[in-house]
Structures are given as C-alpha cells and as structure tokens.
C-alpha cells in the first residue's frame, strides 16, 4: 500500500489537491492518504474534515516523505532537494515552457505526472483540469470585470431613462472563453466572440454570444482540441478587427493561449488607447507574456486614457472551494486510471496514450514530449461524388390532352345516364378529389402528418349516422352502431391530439 501526501501549498495559492470527499475515495483505491497540517485551510476544509474523511493529519515531513506527493502547482527546487528518489509527484508542471522544471525533477531522480499534459480526447475529460480551471476562470474573469466597470451588463429602461447594455467582446472561445461568454450573456450583456477554429461558431451562439468570425482563404482547424498559431493573413485580419471592437466595446477578455508558447499578442498599446475612460481589459493570459499590450502578471494596470487592465493568474483560485474540489476530482480520475486494480500501487502504462501523455518524466528519466494525438474537432467532408443527371420522361402535349379529353367524357356519360342521386355523388366526389389534390400539393412535407390528422378527425362525422342507428330495435344495428360510434371517437379526438402535438412542435418555444 503506498502513501498519498497531500501537501500544503506556497503563499499565494488558494487551492489543494484533495478535498474531504476525495479523500474517501482515494482510500477506497487502496492508498494510505496523509494530509499536511493546514492544507485545505485556505479552501475552508478544515483538518477535522480530513480526519473524518479517514486521512492522517501530520506534519510536513510526514507527508513530504509520501511515495506519491499531490500538489496543485510544480514543485520548488527546495522542495525537490527535499523528495526521496523514487517519489512520484503530481501537479501542474507546464512542461513546455518549464525544461528546467523536468531536468531538475529527472536530477532527482523522481516520476513526474503533469495533470495538464492532459490529451484532449473524450475518455479523458475527467481528468483535464486545464478545462476544470479555464471554466472557473472564465467565470470569474467576467466578475471581475463586472466590479471594475462603473455600469450595469445589462440593458434597462426606467424612470430616469434608458440604460445601454454592456458590450462585450471575448477572444479565443475555448473553455474560458465559453465560460465567459456564457457568464456574459446571462448577465445581459452585448457579447462578441472570436476564435481562428471555425467550429466553434455554433457553440458560441449557443450560449448567446455572436461569433466574429476572421474571413481569410485559409481553414483553421483544430487537430488536438487546442488553439494553433495562425498565419500572418490572419493575423493581420484579426489585428483589424480587434482594432474596430476595441473602439467599439467596453469590456474586453482575451483567452488566447496555444500551449508550449508564449501567449500571442492580440491588442496593441494604440487598440488600448482607442477604448473609451472606464472601460475594462482580462488578459487572462498574462501568466503567459499576456495578450494585452500593458497588462502584467498578477496586477492590475490602469493607462493614461482611464482603462483597466487586469492581468491576474489566481482567478480559479479565487473561488478556492470549487476550484479544489474540481482539480481533486480531477486528480481522483487520474489515480483511478493508474490504479487499474485498486490496491494502493501506482501502475504507469505506457501503451495508453493518456497515461503516456502526462508522464513527463519517469524514474529519473525525461519523457516529454509524448507522441502527438490527432483529435480534430473539425468535421471531414467527403469528396463529393459527381451525379449524372438523369433524364425524366415527360408525358407528350398531345397525350395529355387525349387523357384529360377521356377523363372529361367518363364525367359527362356517368351524368347523363347515371341514376340519380349517383350523378350528385359522383360530381361531389370529383370536386373533392381535385381540390384535396392542390390543397395538399402545397403544403409542406413536414406538415403533412398533422394535416392528415384532422382530416380524419373530419371524416368522423360519419359518428352522427352511427348514433343515429343506436335507437334501431334491431339488436344487430344496435351493436354495429355503437361499435361505429367508438371508433369515429377514437379517430375524431386522436386525431385532434395528434394535430395539436404536432403543430405545437412548429410553434416557437413549443416543445424545445
């Protein structure tokens, strides 16, 4: 049975990487779970939850000296001088950008696993906690920007007068951007979206934002589910419409990151110096060399025309509850997976691509980077196949008229000699036939089934010939009535039922 540690976080982080609730289910793999004095209590998990949850509460040299060691950011170099070798440790290590990070881990001769090398394909979602933050921060990237900015997101009329809603402009629509468009949007705000990757058009105007789309000659796509670097055509249009949004919008939160490189700049110092006094900029990215000319990590910067620039890298960490339970929840699934057969052994599987992907270094050896996973989000389309046109027949002038000519004769002799009332009949007949017939040939396929319902609830007039014959004192009659007297029921109410679903169906905010 190995040990977990959980280990308290250095000053300025808010979160832990294991709640009271994963705790209980980390035992139940199997692990000895040991908490470090203090871990959860920026989070408000008190050490007495961990108790109860059956951790061992214990010093930091206890804990440290875990076989596993849990933490939410990468190791310090004091703290991997510290580590036993042999000790697997987990968090988020940015192993692209941190070389010096893996060099000193694999040094020491430690197993590193970086919960955000996470693959972005379906079975592993539970366990990305890049996604699991970047929504956090999405949301609350917008509150922050709601306290900063001096009005309301949203659109009002009053007695003092009319109040414009905010507009706002979000770059780059992946998790965070969604997160804030969706945050946006439900608080009544103008919102505006753009990303290079076209599929994501229909998920923006789904939560109520419009999609700003950069018209180049050039597909953007997207084969790992993450942003790519995009081509100087499109940058240059996008810098174009970003300059038009800046002197347009008033708040501005910029997403943008393509992962293992620094983050691209999107808004220059004179797209800043365009935006009106007061208005507000989210350089979300500014952990990362930021998006926003001006902004700086951590700080909030306000330029000489009066607009906010904030570029603070702890937003998940300012909702430490959530934040803790999501990335323990997403270091839960990840054990799970290591964990095949449950019995407090850690067991790296280097044939499954998720398990290959975060392991950036194992027993003192660099892994990273792992092979490239094709996960495109963009649609394939197939080669369209060429169509031969094909020839219809048409019926000659000639015999259509020697038809209708025979059709129109058939009519004439059936009512000139025909008995009476069969002539009557047969006109009304007619009539009805070539009246239905263009009635129905201009209605819509999709309408056709709740049209052919109440036409049979129509015909269930013959109900009152039926009820008529009920008073018959044959009993014969009587039984035959009543039986002709269900059946039209069932076909006049079914079929007004059936007419009323269905047209409820074509009616806005019907079923849907």
């Not at 982080?13 to 199997?30: F, H, I, M, N, Q």
């Not at 080669?383 to 027949?393: D, L």
């Not at 010939?465 to 009920?470: E, F, N, S």
Request: hydrophobic fraction near 45%; include cysteine; proline fraction near 6%.
């Amino acid at each position: 049975m190995a040990r977990l540690g959980i280990v308290k976080e250095g000053a300025g982080e808010t979160r832990v990487a294991a709640t009271p609730d994963t705790v209980t289910k980390l035992l139940l793999l199997g692990y000895e779970v040991v908490v470090e004095r203090g871990a959860g209590a920026e989070s408000s998990f008190p050490d007495s939850q961990y108790k109860a949850a059956g951790a061992i509460v214990a010093d930091k040299k206890k804990t440290w000296a875990s076989e596993i060691v849990m933490k939410v950011n990468a190791p310090t170099d004091a703290e991997i001088a510290g580590m036993t070798p042999g000790t697997t440790v987990i968090g988020v290590m940015a192993p692209g950008l941190r070389p010096e990070l893996l060099a000193a881990l694999a040094k020491r001769g430690l197993t590193a696993i970086a919960l955000d090398a996470v693959p972005r394909i379906s079975r592993a979602q539970s366990m990305d906690v890049l996604s699991s933050m970047a929504n956090l921060g999405g949301y609350r990237a917008v509150i922050e920007s709601a306290y900063e900015f001096g009005r309301l997101f949203t659109g009002q009329v009053t007695a003092a007068g009319k109040v414009p809603p905010a507009k706002v402009l979000v770059a780059g629509a992946g998790v965070a951007g969604l997160a804030a468009i969706g945050t946006a949007s439900s608080m009544g705000a103008i919102v505006r979206a753009t990303d290079p990757r076209p599929e994501v058009a229909d998920q923006v105007k789904s939560i109520g934002g419009e999609y700003v789309a950069v018209e180049v000659d050039e597909k953007m796509a997207s084969s790992d589910g993450y942003a790519k670097a995009t081509s100087e055509a499109y940058d240059r249009r996008a810098a174009e419409i970003y300059s038009e949004q800046a002197r347009d919008v008033d708040i501005i939160i910029t997403t943008a990151l393509i992962p293992g490189r620094p983050a691209p700049k999107l808004l220059t110092e004179s797209d800043v110096a365009s935006m009106k006094p007061g208005s507000v900029i989210v350089d979300m990215a500014a952990g990362m060399g930021g998006n926003v000319a001006g902004s700086k990590a951590g700080k909030r910067v306000v330029t000489a025309n009066g607009v906010v620039i904030l570029g603070y890298t702890d937003l998940p960490g300012r909702l430490p509850q959530q934040a803790s339970q999501l990335f323990g929840t997403n270091m839960l699934n990840l054990l799970k997976l290591v964990t095949p057969e449950k019995d407090g052994k850690l067991s790296l599987d280097f044939d499954d691509v998720v398990q290959r992907s975060v392991t950036v270094v194992q027993d003192g050896a660099v892994t990273w980077p792992p092979p490239p996973v094709q996960v495109s989000a963009a649609p394939t389309v197939a080669a369209a196949e060429p169509v031969t046109p094909t020839e219809q027949k048409t019926m000659s002038p000639l015999r259509q008229g020697l038809l209708r000519g025979l059709g129109l004769a058939a009519v004439l002799a059936i009512c000139a000699f025909a008995p009476a009332p069969l002539p009557q009949h047969f006109l009304v007949l007619m009539l009805s036939v070539v009246v239905g017939f263009y009635v129905i040939g201009k209605v819509h396929h999709a309408l056709h089934t709740p049209l052919m319902s109440v036409t049979n609830a129509i015909s269930g007039i013959v109900v009152v010939g039926a009820i008529a014959q009920l008073a018959s004192p044959n009993i014969v009659v009587q039984v035959l009535a009543a039986v002709g007297v269900l059946l039209a029921s069932i076909n006049i109410f079914g079929g007004f039922a059936v007419t009323r679903r269905m047209l409820k169906m074509f009616s806005k905010g019907g079923n849907s």
